[in-house]
């Protein structure tokens, strides 16, 4: 199993609309990544850092879990216009990415 994730830094004067991504982003997320090997989603609000009265680095986590390596690319190569152009319907922040193998250990 793959899991990308997609980390939306918080920094002075950003803005993040988790309702629209969680409502609306997501799930057109979901809908055109089925095809390519999405398993499932999960989306994190994030809401301290390790002190847990300090605020948190990110505004959100995204966790997509893929059957294969490239699903996460070949979903972005055939949906790129559709799926980036939405970035600016609920953030103003440039997301991080991040590309993992899972493994349970417990």
Known sequence: MVRVTVL???Q???HFDFDYYTDKHIPMLGEVAKP???ERAEV???VSGADP???APYFALTHLY????????LTLRAHRDKLLGDI???TDVQPQIV???THEVL
């Open 36 to 38: 390519f090997g999405l």
């Open 88 to 90: 600016r319907n609920f």
């Open 12 to 14: 002075e004067g950003t």
């Open 8 to 10: 939306y830094p918080k």
């Open 53 to 55: 009265n300090a605020d």
């Open 66 to 73: 893929f059957r294969e390596t490239d699903g996460f690319s």
């Open 99 to 101: 590309t993992s193998e």
């Open 44 to 46: 994190d609000r994030a």
